[in-house]
Nanobody, 123 residues
Framework: QVQLVESGGGLVQAGGSLRLSCEAS????????MGWFRQAPGQEREFVAA????????TYADSVKGRSTISRVNAINTVYLEMNSLKPEDTAVYYC????????????????WGQGTQVTVSS
């Protein structure tokens, strides 16, 4: 099992920046990649960004590419999502996720989720 705890959400004005943190604990040695997803009210949860735990390869959703950076510090089992030039449409609950597979969504048993942290961007 892997436990994930997010922090860093809050209220920010449009054009501002925010950094989310996610600390993993438990069987972190089994993790292949970690990532961030978000869910706005009335919408499906969507992928935001991911990073492989060993190699540090990153992928981003088109909606945040160029405005966001995902990074990790293996020594403290923590992944970060820095978001810049925030827009009101970035408002959502942001979830940290970890997977033991090469991709998220391949197996519910191999994906782990945090409780989520609210990000609200005011116009």
């Amino acid at each position: 099992q892997v436990q994930l705890v997010e922090s860093g959400g809050g209220l920010v004005q449009a054009g501002g920046s925010l950094r989310l943190s996610c600390e993993a604990s438990g069987h972190t040695y089994t993790v292949w990649a970690m990532g961030w997803f978000r869910q706005a009210p009335g919408q499906e949860r969507e992928f935001v960004a991911a990073i492989t735990w060993l190699g540090g390869s990153t992928t981003y959703a088109d909606s945040v590419k160029g405005r966001s950076t995902i990074s990790r510090v293996n020594a403290i089992n923590t992944v970060y999502l820095e978001m810049n030039s925030l827009k009101p449409e970035d408002t959502a609950v942001y979830y940290c996720a970890a997977t033991r597979r090469a991709k998220f969504g391949q197996s519910d048993e191999d994906d782990y989720w945090g409780q989520g942290t609210q990000v609200t961007v005011s116009s």
